[in-house]
């Protein structure tokens, strides 16, 4: 049982994953470069469009017309 419970849990950490944002475009020295998730900084100007999956921990300085989809969140079901 518990090694079942185990590879469960762990099935579910690597499909959590695979949701998660690889990539972030970000501006840098007035240029806009696509770097690692785990390589944006504080201060960094993380770039998001339309359809884009961002760090959760991101603040925003400007938007237009924003919509942001929190299903992932709340844990609903994934929109088709």
Do not use: C, W
């Not at 849990?9 to 690597?14: D, G, H, N, P």
């Not at 960094?44 to 921990?57: H, N, Q, R, S, T």
């Amino acid at each position: 049982l518990g090694f079942y419970q185990e590879y469960q849990a762990e099935k579910s950490m690597e499909s959590l994953k695979k949701l998660a944002p690889h990539f972030a475009k970000v501006r840098r020295d007035n240029k806009v470069i696509e770097i690692a998730v785990e390589d944006v900084a504080p201060g960094d100007i993380v770039l998001v469009e339309d359809g884009d999956k961002f760090p959760a921990d991101i603040r925003f300085i400007k938007e237009f017309s924003l919509y942001v989809d929190e299903a992932i969140l709340t844990g609903e079901s994934k929109p088709r």
